[in-house]
């Protein structure tokens, strides 16, 4: 058996005190990073319901007590990326988060992707939870579900928070259907769910590194949490099948835009996106418009700047 002189203790204290102070050393070196935004779970007093609406079941979270609004999401993220706004609203607001119908946890109708469509399939996810009025929080496409939502149900949304994307056939679409940033509106065919099966992170990457204005602020947990979800057997056709719909959603833009909608809005473009455009776009399909930038983020506010977002979502909300 080894045995320990006083000298040996004494240097064992002494490495043990040394590895102490280089874990202290890495932990306050950690604490002065930036921190990275990483997928947020949803406060626990959230449930999870599937909720049967227009021939598709969507997947749905619930939670909290109060005023009801509805979160939006679009490509590239599901109802995931809201979990920080919910986690500020729920405590005062029943807050409504689906996935879009063939995206995320949803099911995968074979059609109806037009956006006249989803917006009735929100409008009766509404009446299952027999929510009559509720806010309107959205981003990326789901700006253009909320729009086929606010347009046919003007009555039933109070409040509108629009962020970032544009609206098929609204403003200026011909020129923004040119930018080279956006070929994968048109990014169809017979071989695209061929060519990008198995590749799903790497297709998604290309959007968040040239959308961003700093790729790094979506971490790889965030990455590889929404390419798991995409590359769900079917899930990325049916997210294609959202572009293709664009032409449908501009022809029926054009009928909606006839009569502008009255509630309050806030146009939210990211600074190193959409900006000021945002609320441009807006003014052609609402009478009360205000604007509002994001700063320091590109197109994913929620992942890049979601204390900002959130702030400025919740004073919209809450009349500030």
């Given at each position: 058996?080894?045995?320990?002189?006083?000298?040996?203790?004494?240097?064992?204290?002494?490495s043990f005190a040394a590895i102490l102070a280089s874990i202290l050393a890495i932990l306050i070196i950690c604490s002065s990073l930036p921190a990275l935004a990483a997928v947020e779970p949803f406060p626990a007093a959230f449930k999870i319901e599937r909720i049967a609406v227009n021939g598709v079941t969507l997947h749905v979270?619930?939670?909290?007590?109060?005023?009801?609004?509805?979160?939006?999401?679009?490509?590239?993220?599901?109802?995931?990326?809201?979990?920080?706004?919910?986690?500020?609203?729920?405590?005062?607001?029943?807050?409504?988060?689906?996935?879009?119908?063939?995206?995320?946890?949803?099911?995968?109708?074979?059609?109806?992707y037009d956006k006249k469509n989803q917006g009735v399939d929100i409008a009766m996810l509404m009446d299952k939870l027999s929510v009559q009025k509720a806010d309107l929080v959205t981003h990326d496409i789901g700006n253009m579900v909320g729009y086929a939502l606010a347009a046919q149900y003007p009555d039933r949304i109070t409040k509108w928070v629009v962020i970032d994307a544009p609206l098929p056939g609204i403003g200026p679409w011909d020129e923004i259907l040119k930018s080279p940033m956006?070929?994968?509106?048109?990014?169809?065919?017979?071989?695209?769910?061929?060519?990008?099966?198995?590749?799903?992170?790497?297709?998604?990457?290309?959007?968040?590194?040239?959308?961003?204005?700093?790729?790094?602020?979506?971490?790889?947990?965030?990455?590889?949490?929404?390419?798991?979800?995409?590359?769900?057997p079917g899930n990325m056709h049916y997210a294609f099948e959202q572009f293709a719909a664009f032409g449908k959603d501009a022809t029926d833009?054009?009928?909606?835009?006839?009569?502008k909608l009255n509630m309050p809005i806030l146009a939210l473009g990211a600074e190193k996106s959409f900006g000021n455009q945002q609320a441009a776009i807006m003014r052609d399909v609402g009478t009360k418009v205000d604007g509002g930038i994001i700063t320091g983020s590109g197109h994913w506010i929620m992942e890049e700047q979601p204390a900002q977002t959130v702030s400025k979502v919740r004073a919209f909300l809450d009349g500030k």
């Open positions: 058996m080894r045995s320990f002189t006083p000298s040996s203790r004494t240097s064992g204290a002494r979270r619930v939670g909290g007590q109060g005023p009801a609004v509805v979160l939006l999401h679009g490509f590239a993220d599901t109802g995931d990326m809201w979990a920080p706004l919910a986690k500020a609203l729920y405590k005062d607001h029943t807050v409504i988060v689906p996935d879009l119908r063939g995206m995320g946890l949803s099911s995968q109708a074979p059609g109806g956006l070929w994968h509106f048109n990014f169809r065919g017979p071989d695209v769910d061929r060519l990008v099966k198995g590749r799903e992170r790497i297709y998604l990457d290309r959007f968040y590194n040239e959308l961003s204005a700093d790729p790094k602020a979506i971490d790889e947990a965030t990455r590889n949490h929404y390419a798991k979800l995409y590359a769900r833009n054009k009928v909606f835009a006839a009569t």
